[in-house]
Protein backbone atom coordinates (compact mmCIF):
# COMPACT_ATOMS: atom_id res chain seq x y z
CA UNK A 1 0.00 0.00 0.00
CA UNK A 2 1.59 3.28 -1.16
CA UNK A 3 2.02 6.20 1.38
CA UNK A 4 1.99 10.14 1.13
CA UNK A 5 4.39 9.96 4.07
CA UNK A 6 2.17 13.14 5.36
CA UNK A 7 -1.39 13.87 7.37
CA UNK A 8 -2.93 12.34 4.51
CA UNK A 9 -2.28 8.63 5.59
CA UNK A 10 -3.77 9.36 8.85
CA UNK A 11 -7.14 9.44 7.19
CA UNK A 12 -6.89 5.70 6.11
CA UNK A 13 -7.08 4.27 9.92
CA UNK A 14 -10.80 4.48 9.52
CA UNK A 15 -11.07 1.71 6.80
CA UNK A 16 -7.77 -0.12 8.26
CA UNK A 17 -9.73 -0.25 11.57
CA UNK A 18 -13.12 -1.57 10.20
CA UNK A 19 -11.47 -5.31 10.01
CA UNK A 20 -13.14 -8.17 11.10
CA UNK A 21 -10.06 -9.62 12.14
CA UNK A 22 -8.83 -6.26 13.94
CA UNK A 23 -12.44 -6.26 15.67
CA UNK A 24 -12.49 -9.41 16.80
CA UNK A 25 -8.77 -9.19 18.18
CA UNK A 26 -10.08 -6.18 20.06
CA UNK A 27 -13.26 -6.81 21.20
CA UNK A 28 -12.54 -10.18 22.86
CA UNK A 29 -9.29 -8.57 24.60
CA UNK A 30 -11.51 -6.03 26.30
CA UNK A 31 -14.13 -8.76 27.32
CA UNK A 32 -11.11 -10.48 29.12
CA UNK A 33 -9.82 -7.63 30.49
CA UNK A 34 -13.13 -6.63 31.99
CA UNK A 35 -13.69 -9.93 33.10
CA UNK A 36 -9.92 -9.63 35.02
CA UNK A 37 -10.73 -5.87 35.86
CA UNK A 38 -13.86 -7.41 37.87
CA UNK A 39 -12.56 -9.84 39.66
CA UNK A 40 -10.05 -7.94 41.49
CA UNK A 41 -12.27 -5.28 41.24
CA UNK A 42 -14.81 -6.76 43.41
CA UNK A 43 -11.96 -8.39 46.07
CA UNK A 44 -10.53 -4.80 46.40
CA UNK A 45 -14.62 -3.81 47.37
CA UNK A 46 -15.08 -6.53 49.47
CA UNK A 47 -11.97 -6.37 51.46
CA UNK A 48 -13.35 -2.81 52.11
CA UNK A 49 -16.53 -4.16 54.08
CA UNK A 50 -18.83 -3.56 51.18
CA UNK A 51 -21.36 -7.21 50.72
CA UNK A 52 -21.90 -8.42 46.91
CA UNK A 53 -25.17 -7.03 46.82
CA UNK A 54 -24.04 -3.27 47.55
CA UNK A 55 -21.34 -3.63 44.87
CA UNK A 56 -23.83 -5.01 42.54
CA UNK A 57 -26.44 -2.61 43.00
CA UNK A 58 -23.99 0.35 42.47
CA UNK A 59 -21.64 -1.03 39.71
CA UNK A 60 -22.86 -3.79 38.06
CA UNK A 61 -19.65 -5.19 35.56
CA UNK A 62 -17.63 -1.60 36.12
CA UNK A 63 -16.88 -2.04 39.82
CA UNK A 64 -14.57 1.40 40.88
CA UNK A 65 -12.86 2.41 44.14
CA UNK A 66 -13.29 6.03 45.72
CA UNK A 67 -12.83 7.76 49.05
CA UNK A 68 -11.07 6.64 52.21
CA UNK A 69 -10.55 2.33 51.72
CA UNK A 70 -8.14 0.19 53.02
CA UNK A 71 -4.67 0.02 51.24
CA UNK A 72 -5.31 -3.65 50.68
CA UNK A 73 -8.17 -2.57 48.50
CA UNK A 74 -6.62 -0.09 46.47
CA UNK A 75 -3.90 -2.45 45.62
CA UNK A 76 -6.09 -5.33 44.42
CA UNK A 77 -7.92 -2.68 42.64
CA UNK A 78 -4.38 -2.09 40.80
CA UNK A 79 -3.84 -5.51 40.02
CA UNK A 80 -7.20 -5.50 38.10
CA UNK A 81 -6.04 -2.42 36.07
CA UNK A 82 -2.05 -3.42 35.56
CA UNK A 83 -4.02 -6.55 34.26
CA UNK A 84 -6.27 -4.63 32.13
CA UNK A 85 -3.50 -2.98 30.51
CA UNK A 86 -1.04 -5.70 29.87
CA UNK A 87 -4.26 -7.51 28.01
CA UNK A 88 -4.91 -4.10 26.25
CA UNK A 89 -1.30 -3.79 25.18
CA UNK A 90 -0.83 -7.19 24.08
CA UNK A 91 -4.37 -6.64 21.84
CA UNK A 92 -2.77 -3.02 20.39
CA UNK A 93 0.28 -4.97 19.33
CA UNK A 94 -1.61 -7.75 17.82
CA UNK A 95 -3.33 -4.93 15.97
CA UNK A 96 0.04 -2.69 15.03
CA UNK A 97 1.58 -6.26 13.25
CA UNK A 98 -1.38 -6.82 11.37
CA UNK A 99 -1.77 -3.35 9.83
CA UNK A 100 1.62 -3.09 9.10
CA UNK A 101 1.71 -6.34 7.25
CA UNK A 102 -1.49 -5.03 5.77
CA UNK A 103 0.18 -1.89 4.69
CA UNK A 104 3.33 -4.43 3.26
CA UNK A 105 0.60 -6.05 1.47
CA UNK A 106 -0.52 -9.19 3.13
CA UNK A 107 -4.06 -9.17 3.99
CA UNK A 108 -3.89 -12.01 5.15
CA UNK A 109 -1.31 -12.31 7.72
CA UNK A 110 -3.38 -15.11 10.22
CA UNK A 111 -4.63 -13.55 13.56
CA UNK A 112 -3.14 -16.95 15.26
CA UNK A 113 0.45 -15.42 13.82
CA UNK A 114 -0.27 -12.10 15.15
CA UNK A 115 -1.01 -12.78 18.68
CA UNK A 116 2.13 -15.17 18.58
CA UNK A 117 4.07 -12.36 17.63
CA UNK A 118 2.79 -9.90 20.56
CA UNK A 119 3.27 -12.81 23.53
CA UNK A 120 6.82 -13.28 22.08
CA UNK A 121 7.70 -9.35 22.01
CA UNK A 122 5.68 -8.37 25.83
CA UNK A 123 9.07 -7.56 27.13
CA UNK A 124 9.56 -5.19 24.76
CA UNK A 125 6.55 -3.08 24.78
CA UNK A 126 5.46 -3.68 28.58
CA UNK A 127 8.65 -3.05 30.29
CA UNK A 128 9.55 0.35 28.02
CA UNK A 129 6.82 2.66 29.94
CA UNK A 130 7.76 0.63 33.01
CA UNK A 131 11.04 1.06 33.04
CA UNK A 132 10.87 5.08 33.00
CA UNK A 133 8.22 4.76 35.56
CA UNK A 134 10.63 2.89 37.87
CA UNK A 135 13.80 5.49 36.68
CA UNK A 136 11.15 8.78 37.76
CA UNK A 137 10.36 7.10 41.12
CA UNK A 138 14.30 6.79 41.92
CA UNK A 139 14.58 10.42 40.78
CA UNK A 140 11.48 10.95 43.77
CA UNK A 141 13.21 8.89 46.00
CA UNK A 142 16.56 11.29 45.42
CA UNK A 143 14.55 14.04 46.13
CA UNK A 144 13.40 12.89 49.32
CA UNK A 145 16.39 12.21 50.40
CA UNK A 146 17.27 15.76 49.79
CA UNK A 147 14.66 16.65 51.90
CA UNK A 148 15.53 14.54 54.85
CA UNK A 149 19.25 16.01 54.56
CA UNK A 150 17.66 19.32 55.06
CA UNK A 151 16.15 18.39 58.66
CA UNK A 152 19.47 18.43 60.05
CA UNK A 153 20.34 21.45 61.59
CA UNK A 154 22.70 23.96 59.81
CA UNK A 155 24.33 21.80 57.73
CA UNK A 156 21.12 20.33 56.09
CA UNK A 157 20.48 24.34 55.13
CA UNK A 158 23.47 24.31 53.47
CA UNK A 159 23.82 21.41 51.61
CA UNK A 160 19.74 22.21 50.18
CA UNK A 161 20.80 25.74 49.30
CA UNK A 162 23.85 23.95 47.18
CA UNK A 163 21.45 21.50 45.91
CA UNK A 164 18.62 24.18 44.82
CA UNK A 165 19.58 24.15 40.82
CA UNK A 166 20.69 20.62 40.63
CA UNK A 167 17.10 20.06 42.45
CA UNK A 168 15.19 22.63 40.08
CA UNK A 169 17.26 20.70 36.68
CA UNK A 170 15.98 17.42 38.25
CA UNK A 171 12.15 18.42 38.31
CA UNK A 172 12.72 19.56 34.79
CA UNK A 173 14.16 16.32 34.25
CA UNK A 174 11.22 14.31 36.08
CA UNK A 175 7.93 16.32 33.65
CA UNK A 176 10.42 16.01 30.34
CA UNK A 177 10.26 11.93 31.20
CA UNK A 178 6.48 12.59 32.30
CA UNK A 179 5.95 13.49 29.25
CA UNK A 180 7.87 10.73 27.13
CA UNK A 181 5.88 8.21 29.25
CA UNK A 182 3.01 9.32 28.21
CA UNK A 183 3.66 8.96 24.44
CA UNK A 184 5.62 5.65 25.52
CA UNK A 185 2.30 4.16 26.55
CA UNK A 186 0.60 5.39 23.33
CA UNK A 187 3.66 4.36 21.17
CA UNK A 188 5.45 1.41 22.71
CA UNK A 189 2.91 -1.52 21.18
CA UNK A 190 3.07 0.31 17.71
CA UNK A 191 6.68 0.53 17.67
CA UNK A 192 7.17 -3.03 18.44
CA UNK A 193 4.63 -3.78 15.87
CA UNK A 194 6.69 -2.40 13.14
CA UNK A 195 9.99 -3.09 14.63
CA UNK A 196 10.21 -5.92 16.82
CA UNK A 197 12.55 -4.12 18.56
CA UNK A 198 14.01 -4.67 22.11
CA UNK A 199 13.44 -2.73 25.18
CA UNK A 200 16.17 -0.30 25.04
CA UNK A 201 15.30 0.24 21.27
CA UNK A 202 11.60 0.74 21.97
CA UNK A 203 12.98 3.56 24.28
CA UNK A 204 15.19 5.02 21.53
CA UNK A 205 12.20 5.10 19.28
CA UNK A 206 10.01 7.09 21.51
CA UNK A 207 12.73 9.51 22.88
CA UNK A 208 13.65 9.78 19.12
CA UNK A 209 10.12 10.46 18.05
CA UNK A 210 9.17 13.15 20.47
CA UNK A 211 12.63 14.80 20.35
CA UNK A 212 13.07 15.22 16.72
CA UNK A 213 9.43 15.27 15.66
CA UNK A 214 7.26 16.86 18.22
CA UNK A 215 4.92 18.96 16.86
CA UNK A 216 3.94 16.34 13.80
CA UNK A 217 3.63 13.60 16.66
CA UNK A 218 1.26 15.90 18.25
CA UNK A 219 -0.49 17.39 15.34
CA UNK A 220 -1.61 13.36 13.80
CA UNK A 221 -2.31 12.55 16.91
CA UNK A 222 -4.75 15.00 17.57
CA UNK A 223 -5.94 14.43 13.78
CA UNK A 224 -6.60 10.89 15.17
CA UNK A 225 -8.22 11.71 18.31
CA UNK A 226 -10.90 13.73 15.61
CA UNK A 227 -11.06 11.15 13.66
CA UNK A 228 -11.06 8.00 16.55
CA UNK A 229 -14.15 9.87 18.32
CA UNK A 230 -15.99 10.24 14.90
CA UNK A 231 -15.78 6.92 13.92
CA UNK A 232 -16.66 6.23 17.46
CA UNK A 233 -19.67 8.47 17.28
CA UNK A 234 -21.25 7.20 13.87
CA UNK A 235 -20.44 3.14 14.60
CA UNK A 236 -22.00 3.34 17.80
CA UNK A 237 -25.00 4.86 16.14
CA UNK A 238 -25.18 2.32 13.35
CA UNK A 239 -24.57 -0.63 15.76
CA UNK A 240 -27.30 0.67 18.24
CA UNK A 241 -29.73 1.54 15.44
CA UNK A 242 -29.41 -2.12 14.05
CA UNK A 243 -30.38 -3.20 17.43
CA UNK A 244 -33.27 -1.24 17.28
CA UNK A 245 -34.84 -2.24 14.13
CA UNK A 246 -34.21 -6.12 15.37
CA UNK A 247 -35.96 -4.92 18.33
CA UNK A 248 -38.90 -3.79 15.69
CA UNK A 249 -38.97 -6.56 13.60
CA UNK A 250 -39.27 -8.75 16.60
CA UNK A 251 -42.23 -6.90 18.78
CA UNK A 252 -44.37 -7.36 15.36
CA UNK A 253 -44.93 -10.80 16.18
CA UNK A 254 -44.44 -10.75 19.89
CA UNK A 255 -44.32 -7.63 21.55
CA UNK A 256 -44.46 -8.42 25.14
CA UNK A 257 -42.12 -11.27 25.30
CA UNK A 258 -39.57 -8.63 23.70
CA UNK A 259 -40.22 -5.97 25.87
CA UNK A 260 -40.24 -8.36 29.12
CA UNK A 261 -36.79 -9.26 27.36
CA UNK A 262 -35.51 -5.77 27.94
CA UNK A 263 -36.99 -4.88 30.87
CA UNK A 264 -35.00 -8.17 32.39
CA UNK A 265 -31.64 -7.44 30.41
CA UNK A 266 -31.91 -4.00 32.00
CA UNK A 267 -31.36 -5.83 35.51
CA UNK A 268 -27.97 -6.51 34.34
CA UNK A 269 -26.81 -4.03 32.52
CA UNK A 270 -24.95 -0.45 33.67
CA UNK A 271 -22.70 0.70 30.73
CA UNK A 272 -21.09 3.26 32.84
CA UNK A 273 -19.93 3.84 36.64
CA UNK A 274 -22.10 6.46 38.77
CA UNK A 275 -18.80 8.56 38.56
CA UNK A 276 -18.16 8.37 34.64
CA UNK A 277 -19.04 11.83 33.33
CA UNK A 278 -16.68 12.09 30.13
CA UNK A 279 -17.22 12.85 26.89
CA UNK A 280 -17.79 9.36 25.58
CA UNK A 281 -20.27 8.42 28.58
CA UNK A 282 -21.98 11.30 27.26
CA UNK A 283 -22.01 10.06 23.67
CA UNK A 284 -23.19 7.17 24.68
CA UNK A 285 -26.58 8.34 27.08
CA UNK A 286 -27.20 10.38 24.05
CA UNK A 287 -27.34 7.71 21.62
CA UNK A 288 -29.03 5.70 23.82
CA UNK A 289 -31.91 8.14 24.90
CA UNK A 290 -32.12 8.92 21.18
CA UNK A 291 -32.82 5.09 20.13
CA UNK A 292 -35.22 4.48 22.66
CA UNK A 293 -33.14 2.42 25.11
CA UNK A 294 -32.47 4.71 28.08
CA UNK A 295 -33.49 1.72 30.38
CA UNK A 296 -29.97 0.62 29.71
CA UNK A 297 -28.51 3.43 31.74
CA UNK A 298 -30.66 2.42 35.02
CA UNK A 299 -31.12 -0.88 35.74
CA UNK A 300 -34.20 -2.98 36.39
CA UNK A 301 -34.14 -2.87 40.50
CA UNK A 302 -35.37 -6.83 40.13
CA UNK A 303 -35.53 -9.75 38.14
CA UNK A 304 -38.71 -10.97 38.21
CA UNK A 305 -39.53 -12.89 34.62
CA UNK A 306 -42.82 -14.53 34.06
CA UNK A 307 -41.27 -17.90 32.89
CA UNK A 308 -37.95 -19.50 32.51
CA UNK A 309 -37.65 -19.14 29.13
CA UNK A 310 -38.19 -15.05 28.64
CA UNK A 311 -34.99 -15.25 31.63
CA UNK A 312 -32.52 -17.01 29.74
CA UNK A 313 -33.95 -14.46 26.89
CA UNK A 314 -33.31 -12.00 28.62
CA UNK A 315 -29.94 -12.38 29.91
CA UNK A 316 -28.88 -13.44 26.16
CA UNK A 317 -29.79 -9.55 25.32
CA UNK A 318 -28.00 -8.47 28.09
CA UNK A 319 -24.69 -10.55 27.40
CA UNK A 320 -25.36 -9.12 23.73
CA UNK A 321 -25.55 -5.56 24.66
CA UNK A 322 -22.41 -5.91 26.59
CA UNK A 323 -20.86 -7.04 23.68
CA UNK A 324 -21.74 -4.79 21.43
CA UNK A 325 -20.54 -1.88 24.36
CA UNK A 326 -17.03 -3.81 23.77
CA UNK A 327 -17.75 -3.85 20.11
CA UNK A 328 -18.14 0.04 19.02
CA UNK A 329 -15.36 0.93 22.20
CA UNK A 330 -13.12 -1.78 20.29
CA UNK A 331 -13.33 0.19 16.84
CA UNK A 332 -12.67 3.35 18.51
CA UNK A 333 -9.22 1.95 19.94
CA UNK A 334 -8.64 0.62 16.31
CA UNK A 335 -8.89 3.67 14.48
CA UNK A 336 -6.35 4.88 17.03
CA UNK A 337 -4.29 2.18 16.97
CA UNK A 338 -4.25 1.43 13.06
CA UNK A 339 -4.01 5.27 13.15
CA UNK A 340 -0.70 5.40 15.40
CA UNK A 341 0.76 2.77 13.39
CA UNK A 342 0.50 5.25 10.07
CA UNK A 343 1.97 7.79 12.26
CA UNK A 344 4.84 6.31 13.31
CA UNK A 345 5.74 4.82 10.26
CA UNK A 346 5.83 8.51 8.58
CA UNK A 347 7.58 9.88 11.78
CA UNK A 348 10.57 6.95 10.84
CA UNK A 349 10.45 8.50 7.00
CA UNK A 350 10.67 12.16 8.24
CA UNK A 351 13.42 11.94 11.10
CA UNK A 352 15.56 8.97 9.74
CA UNK A 353 14.59 9.00 5.92
CA UNK A 354 14.09 5.04 6.16
CA UNK A 355 11.17 3.53 4.93
CA UNK A 356 9.81 0.85 7.34
CA UNK A 357 7.83 -1.16 5.00
CA UNK A 358 10.65 -0.90 2.09
CA UNK A 359 13.03 -2.14 4.56
CA UNK A 360 11.31 -5.60 5.21
CA UNK A 361 11.02 -5.91 1.39
CA UNK A 362 14.64 -5.95 1.12
CA UNK A 363 14.99 -8.01 3.76
CA UNK A 364 13.02 -10.56 2.60
CA UNK A 365 14.25 -10.37 -0.72
CA UNK A 366 17.68 -10.99 0.52
CA UNK A 367 17.39 -13.38 2.86
CA UNK A 368 15.21 -15.54 -0.14
CA UNK A 369 18.36 -15.90 -2.35
CA UNK A 370 20.16 -17.18 0.29
CA UNK A 371 17.65 -19.94 1.27
CA UNK A 372 17.39 -21.13 -2.42
CA UNK A 373 21.21 -21.85 -2.55
CA UNK A 374 21.25 -23.48 1.14
CA UNK A 375 18.59 -25.59 -0.57
CA UNK A 376 20.72 -26.46 -4.04
CA UNK A 377 24.04 -27.32 -2.10
CA UNK A 378 21.95 -30.02 0.05
Known sequence: MKLHYNYKDIFR???????LKKLSIMTIALFIAFIFYNIFGYLALLTAHYSFAEIWNTYRFFPFLSGSLPFFSYLLWAIGIIGFIIIFFIAQNAIAKITFEQLKGDEFFEVKESLKYAFKNFKSYFFSPLFLILFIILVIIAGVI???????PYFGDIFVGIMSIPAFCAS????????ILFFALILSPIVVGCTASDTFDTLFEVFSCVNEQPARLIWYSIILKFLSSIGLIVFGYATFLS??????????LIPNKINEAFSLASYFIKLSPPENTGFYGQILVTLLEKLGFSSLLEPNPSFAPSNWGVAILGLFFALTFY???LFVYAYGIN??????TVVYINLVKKKDDRELLAEKE???EVIAPIEEKEEKKE
Not at 146 to 152: N, P, S, Y
Not at 335 to 340: H, K, P, R, S, Y
Open 172 to 179: LFILYLLI
Open 13 to 19: SLRLAFS
Open 146 to 152: LALIGKI
Open 362 to 364: EEE
Open 243 to 252: VKIGQTVLSI
Open 335 to 340: IWTTGQ
Open 323 to 325: LLY
